[in-house]
């Protein structure tokens, strides 16, 4: 539940502070006060997207609050690491050059895990949710909504993806004579050019070393000429002068015992020269090679580089696509075969896929007279006793007779008056009768969804007289068990509020300023009554205003001793 909204330099608004309740929370006030700025400053910290203008003029930034009950939001927030107390406080900062940021219970998050938070807290209808309705594309997603349970639809997509997979590799194998041997050529070609390399994991390194080795040899060579000469070489040498040391100190160690460690030090280091010198003549015989191997090191080096530049692979990469080369070229040799096998599956998938798509269907059309007989008890308490409402189901037209959302075409239509045929929302029904269709599938999916907080922007469009009365019946009766908040133009709608919230705009220095009012029983019956009235209010419409009002408590104590 929404619990407080701080509202600071958006729009018109320089600072509002205000507390919800729960039940029906309604916002009234004259036409471009500024109530869509409030629900829009809700939008905004929830998520949504925003720009500069939404940011006072003058103003460096916009800032809104808002302060939630944590209930139902306990899992998402452990997921992402975020520690709530008693309130979870969201933040959104909106800068003149229209950069924003994001904060929960201050640990800042992206726009995108706001938006994935705020479908846990608030489900808000605005003015265009009566043209989504009209848009027949999304009645499959509405009635699934309702009745289908996502194991179920998870179901089918698991079978309708694997058919598509297969159908995707056959398509792959599936080409002309033509182009299939001038696949083959192009792959046969450049599997033997790559065979001709003989490439080896690593070889590039290592020749390019030994060229690089040889590039220098005789400098080297003369090196380790002479430091093996003075090792090992010379008439004396280090090798034989560290023996000859160690014998003597071995002889002096037979008097001065001390002495035994310094003589085993210099055996060890004799025996380590003659290692080292017997290192050094291996890599010398080593860099005797004979006078084309430079040459032949060079080919090499140029052939892969060649290959590489060609293929746009460096050496472990043109190993790997010689083996896809000869992958590719085994599926076109035997891509008959394989095809023949892939249409046997395809074809088993295809009876899978029917069979589940036909399962779907059934649930659907359960779900759809459930739907209907909700719908038209919802209507027919909205004031639209002759209406009737029905899920209209057509097989998919083509073949295979299913696609990724099932076998269903899926259509609402209905009909509002007495004797008229069913046809299509969009062709039939007017505005109030859109606001009022979607006020009653709201309130049929509520039933079903853990959201605590609905929004309705206007949901009165195109309605007046009885129908607004039993719209305004109808919120606070999914007001029990929800906290809504509603903006309205109609005083029947206004007059069942248990919170109310007047919107007032007024000018001082030149500038315009919003303020959010709440309302007591006085201030009440004075907005009501200039909702019937306008500024001319009399004591006439401040009585109709009070015996509204005295109605609508009745009908509550009627309502909730039912409960």
């Excluded at 018109?12 to 029906?24: N, T, W």
């Excluded at 975020?82 to 219970?105: F, H, T, V």
């Excluded at 194998?173 to 001709?196: A, G, H, N, V």
């Excluded at 500038?511 to 001319?536: C, I, K, M, S, W």
Aim: charged fraction near 30%.
């Amino acid at each position: 539940m929404l619990n407080e909204l701080h509202i600071e330099n958006i729009a018109v608004i320089e600072r509002a502070d205000i507390s919800f309740g729960r039940g029906l929370n309604i916002l009234t006030g004259e036409t471009g006060a500024g109530k869509s700025i409030v629900i829009d400053s809700l939008g905004a910290v929830l998520g949504e997207r925003v720009s500069r203008e939404l940011v006072r003029h003058g103003a460096e930034k916009g800032l809104v609050t808002a302060a939630f009950d944590v209930e139902g939001c306990e899992r998402w927030l452990e997921e992402n690491e975020i520690e709530a107390d008693d309130e979870l406080i969201i933040q959104r900062r909106i800068s003149a050059d229209g950069k924003s940021s994001c904060r929960i219970c201050g640990s800042p998050v992206t726009a995108a895990q706001l938006k994935e938070l705020a479908s846990l807290l608030v489900d808000i209808h605005g003015q265009n949710d009566g043209r989504q309705l009209m848009d027949e594309r999304r009645h499959r997603e509405y009635l699934d909504r309702f009745g289908i349970s996502t194991e179920e639809l998870n179901a089918y997509k698991s079978c309708y993806q694997q058919y598509a997979a297969i159908k995707k590799e056959l398509s792959s194998l599936e080409m002309d004579e033509i182009e299939k041997e001038r696949l083959s050529d192009s792959l046969r070609y450049q599997i033997e050019e790559l065979e001709r390399a003989a490439l080896k994991a690593g070889e590039y390194d290592s020749v390019c070393a030994r060229r690089d080795l040889l590039h220098n040899a005789e400098k080297l060579s003369e090196s380790l000429d002479t430091a093996i000469a003075m090792l090992s070489g010379e008439e004396e040498n280090a090798l034989s002068l560290t023996q000859n040391a160690a014998y003597y100190i071995g002889k002096a160690s037979a008097y001065a015992p001390e002495l035994e460690n310094t003589a085993q030090t210099l055996n060890n280091a004799a025996f380590s020269l003659s290692d080292a010198a017997e290192t050094l003549r291996d890599f010398r015989e080593s860099l005797d090679f004979s006078p084309g191997e430079y040459d032949s090191l060079e080919s090499r080096i140029s052939l892969l580089n060649k290959l590489q530049r060609k293929y746009g692979r460096d050496e472990d990469g043109l190993i790997e696509y010689l083996a896809e080369c000869r992958q590719k070229l085994d599926n076109i040799q035997y891509a008959d075969e394989r095809s023949e096998k892939l249409k046997k599956e395809l074809k088993e998938a295809e009876t899978v896929c029917l069979k589940a798509a036909d399962h779907l269907s059934r649930l659907r059309h359960n779900a759809a007279r459930i739907l209907e007989e909700r719908i038209i008890s919802e209507l027919r308490q909205l004031n639209m006793p002759s209406v009737r409402f029905a899920v209209a189901f057509s097989a998919l037209s083509g073949s295979p007779g299913f696609d990724a959302n099932g076998c269903d075409e899926i259509r609402f239509v209905m009909s509002a008056n007495a004797g008229e045929e069913l046809g299509r929302i969009s062709r039939i029904a007017s505005g109030g009768e859109l606001s009022r269709i979607m006020l009653a599938m709201k309130n049929v999916f509520a039933e079903k969804d853990p959201v605590a907080t609905m929004v309705f922007d206007e949901i009165d469009t195109g309605v007046s007289g009885i129908a607004a009365q039993r719209v305004g019946e109808k919120l606070y009766t999914v007001a029990l068990g929800k906290q809504v908040m509603c903006v309205t133009h109609l005083p029947q709608i206004a007059a069942m509020a248990d919170q109310h919230y007047l919107i007032r705009k007024q000018e001082r220095s030149g500038r315009t300023y919003t303020e959010v009012l709440p309302l007591d029983r006085d201030g009440r019956r004075h907005e009501l009554a200039r909702l019937h009235g306008g500024d001319n209010i009399t004591e006439t419409t401040l009585l109709s205003a009070e015996e509204q009002l005295s109605a609508c408590e009745h009908f509550k104590v009627g309502l909730n001793a039912k409960q």
